[in-house]
């Protein structure tokens, strides 16, 4: 139930996570964590969008887990493997019992959700927030509903992910955007991208995290067709640039961070995406970018 996230030392204070649930009905089309439902024995296409393996005794193994915890706590993400606020957490309410759990220990948390589900939890969010480290990131790639509906087909509106945003930063939450992955050719219009930037800071998002996406194996089996069929001009594009590679090209990667970091800098609002990235020194000249996918992002 819990996972190990970055290594193994629990009592050193690494990063954990707990899913208390498997699958999701979201259904992203670029999901990443398809590939941990065959490690259920389920396939990474349909199954992981409707098998869903629901953990009801997720809160009473952390409370288990915890106790036996002797030096500092560890920090525990909710996410990586579903959304911890899927719509059976409505009526399960296993995340909302492991963040009573989290509270009662005093445990750092971050959750990563689509869900604006996560602003009924607030009262206990608060608790955490006012005794231990909270970050709440909201995924949100697109502002286009009809765009983000294709894409993520069964996700909660974007507008319904930046109201939940604001509901999170009124109560004091630290939260903010990940706006992750940038779809090439996709969604990676600038004047779109610096759209929801500007969205996103005008509801007060502490940080905007971005990164191109990534193709994993389980996931390039479903995103690939859905190009295919969705997009087909961009098919082959994407099949060479991910025929031999899970990432985008160095070049689109340097570029979408550089761009991020300029207009998040615009709009007051911390850019994430630049966490990891070298400093390019944004005094100098933007560089044309070359992209390995053609793309629209042209700064
Ligand atoms: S909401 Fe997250 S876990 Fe669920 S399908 Fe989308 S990317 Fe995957």
């Known amino acids: 139930m819990i996972t190990k996230a970055f290594a193994s030392d629990w009592e050193g204070g690494w990063r954990y996570t707990v899913n208390c649930y498997r699958g999701c009905v979201h259904g992203c089309t670029y999901c990443f964590a398809r590939r941990y439902h065959e490690f259920l024995g389920y396939g990474a296409g349909t199954d992981f969008e409707t098998k869903i393996v629901v953990k009801p005794n997720a809160p009473q193994v ?4 915890l106790k036996k915890t002797r030096q500092k706590m560890p920090h525990i993400d909710f996410s990586f493997a579903t959304d911890p606020y899927l719509p059976l957490e409505a009526s399960y309410e296993l995340t909302r019992k492991c963040l009573i759990v989290c509270a009662d220990f005093g ?3 971050g959750v990563i959700t689509k869900s604006p589900l996560v ?7 608060s608790r ?7 970050s709440i990131h909201i995924s949100l790639i697109t502002l286009d509903r009809e765009l983000a509906r294709r894409i993520e087909p069964r996700a909660p509106t974007p507008e319904s992910r930046v109201r939940a945003l604001a509901r999170l930063r ?4 630290a939260a903010g955007i990940n706006c992750m992955p940038v779809l090439p050719g996709i969604t990676d219009n600038p004047s779109d991208l610096e759209a929801l930037v500007k969205r996103v800071s005008e509801a007060g998002a502490t940080y905007v995290g971005a990164c191109a996406v990534r193709l994993k194996p389980a996931a390039k089996k479903r995103y690939l067709p859905f190009i295919e069929q969705e997009f087909p ?3 082959e594009r994407y099949r060479n640039t991910f025929a031999n590679s899970a990432y985008a090209g160095e070049k689109y990667r340097e570029g979408l961070a550089h761009f991020f970091g300029k207009i998040c800098a615009k709009y007051g609002v911390r850019d994430w995406s630049r ?4 400093d390019e020194g944004d005094e100098s000249p933007t560089p044309a970018l070359v992209p390995d996918v053609q793309l629209s992002l042209n700064i």
């Not at 952390?62 to 887990?65: A, D, H, I, K, V």
């Not at 955490?128 to 909270?134: T, Y």
């Open 275 to 278: 966490r990891d990235q070298e």
């Open 128 to 134: 955490i927030n006012r005794i231990s480290d909270l």
């Open 62 to 65: 952390l409370r288990e887990e």
């Open 107 to 109: 445990v750092p948390v």
């Open 170 to 173: 009124e109560a004091g939450i």
């Open 233 to 235: 001009h961009l098919a």
């Open 119 to 125: 602003t009924r939890d607030i009262d206990l969010l």
